[in-house]
């Protein structure tokens, strides 16, 4: 963590530590092809541009993070009907003020909507996809999602939340048709070449 980001962090002012986070992960992050690494340098020029890129509040757009949750042999993905999306997807939502980091954001979203402790979350992001929707600001915007991939602990029982019309482990080869197919395939693609 630069200096900045360590007093930041230090004073409690986690906007700016969770900002400062997010630029020096994507700065760092070894991009897995040439349009990720382009959407690498967007998402960089986002964060130069605007200072509240991580927060909803941001409405021209803003950052979120989403987790790829996998058991450990990497067959089972759980995914969560999303209620706003009508469609299977993996777990992810709004970064918030308190969270210390892009990687924090990550795993507390993953652990809120999994209902699971102990959940690993590996902090190099796995992918990055931007998207347009109308959010919990009510207003037409994008997310830039940064993607992470996580474990869950071996027993570990889901336990849907609030945020999800429902949540269940699906094999990686027999996901639901209103599943994102294509996401859900790409991510679990490039995780396997972890």
């Known amino acids: 963590m630069d200096p900045t980001a360590a007093a930041a962090h230090s004073a409690g002012q986690h906007p700016t530590s969770l900002h400062a986070s997010a630029a020096e992960t994507l700065r760092e992050w070894p991009a897995p092809n040439a349009g990720q690494d382009s959407m690498r340098h967007t998402y960089l020029a986002f964060l130069d541009a605007a200072p509240d890129a991580c927060l909803r509040r ?9 987790t790829l949750l996998v058991d450990a042999d990497l067959e089972r993905v ?13 777990l992810g939502g709004h970064c918030e003020p308190e969270d210390a980091s892009i990687q924090a954001a990550a795993l507390r979203e993953a652990t809120e ?4 402790t102990g959940v690993a979350l590996d902090p190099v992001p796995l992918e990055l996809h931007t998207h347009p929707i109308t959010c919990s600001l009510g207003v037409p915007t994008r997310h830039l999602d940064v993607r992470f991939l996580a474990v869950a602990p071996p027993g570990a029982q889901p336990v849907r939340s609030a945020e999800s019309d429902d949540l269940r482990w699906w094999r990686v080869g027999e996901l639901p048709d209103a599943a994102e197919h294509d996401t859900i395939a790409r991510m679990i693609a490039l995780a396997r070449r972890r």
Not at 78 to 90: E, F, K, M
Not at 113 to 116: A, K, P, W
């Open 113 to 116: 909507e999994s209902g699971m």
């Open 58 to 66: 941001s409405a021209p757009g803003h950052l979120t993070a989403s």
């Open 78 to 90: 759980l995914l969560t009907l999303h209620p706003r999306v009508g469609r299977w997807i993996q």
